[in-house]
């Protein structure tokens, strides 16, 4: 049985059906979990995409944490289940406390809508597993507000403990330590900034987000 | 019996975050001219007005607004002001 991947479904959401198509296009199932209901339907792993949450109002996330299906998210993660947030989805996490820090405007006040190429830096998440330590991946990114930032201590405690996922080779949006993905200390819940699911077919200019999200469905595959 | 109060929250960044706002705006200035202008920070203000049983209940309850919502504790601190409205005890 292939494992079964929740997209969530915010107003404001926009980056749905990318990821619905990524992951059926790797072989997984997906279905869409609107935010008002708190029922995860069974689902393996959830994916928060990317867009504009609640319309980003107050700060981005800040609203979304609130609807009824972050709390079944939140019990998924606490149980180990795979959870991935993807740009607007990583702002998500970070205001409902499943990562840490947070993400600022990015230096320069510029939207930024280009590719980047990120290093990958552990292999011990569910979305690098199926990566090498230093492999270098083309993935777009379109944000405002992807400047990671957190105190000193917390980056501490990131490094220390291998938390920072992917990095920025050539910094874009002035995040602390070139920071563009983190995991939780469970290593199961990883938020990026950059969009692993526009990249899955050279099509598309890319096709280095396959292994990400490959790493994601088997990991969901394990907790199915 | 309650009384109204005008709330004003300002929230600013905490020490040591960096403020990618304050550092366009002061890389802005001279460019226009205006020298000599450091360490710009910005915020925002959010007001209201809150029907509360006193002083200290409307002030807990903001606070616990700002904790759970009105700010991000992780990036930003919160000054709260609470003032009552003259002659709107209900």
Known sequence: ?224 | MTSTYDVRVDVTLRAGIADPQGATIERSLPHLGFDGVTGVGVGKTIRFTLTSADEATARAEVEDMCSRFLTNPVIEDAEVTVTEVAGATA
């Open chain 1, 1 to 224: 049985m292939s494992a079964r991947i929740g997209v969530v479904l915010f107003p404001g959401t926009n980056c749905e059906h990318d990821a619905v198509e990524a992951i059926r296009s790797l072989g997984g199932e997906a279905e869409i979990l609107w935010h008002g209901d708190a029922s995860l339907h069974g689902v393996d792993a959830v994916i928060v995409p990317g867009g504009f949450a609640h319309g980003d109002y107050l700060r981005p996330g800040a609203i979304a944490r609130f609807s009824p299906v972050m709390a079944s998210v939140a019990e998924l993660a606490a149980a180990g289940g795979p959870v991935l947030g993807i740009c607007n989805g990583f702002q998500v996490l970070t205001e409902a406390g499943l990562l840490p820090g947070a993400l600022q405007k990015n230096a320069g006040l510029k939207f930024l809508c280009t590719t980047v190429t990120l290093r990958v830096e552990t292999t011990r998440s569910v979305l690098t597993s199926e990566a090498t330590v230093g492999q270098e991946l083309q993935i777009p990114i379109n944000h405002f507000e992807g400047n990671f930032t957190c105190s000193p201590e917390t980056l501490a405690e990131l490094r220390s403990e291998d938390r920072v996922v992917v990095r920025y080779v050539d910094n874009p949006n002035g995040s602390v330590d070139d920071i563009a993905g983190i995991c939780s200390r469970g290593r199961n819940v990883v938020g990026l900034m950059p969009h692993p699911e526009r990249a899955i077919s050279d099509l598309l200019g890319s096709a280095d987000g396959v292994p990400l999200l490959g790493s994601l469905l088997a990991a969901a595959a394990v907790s199915a």
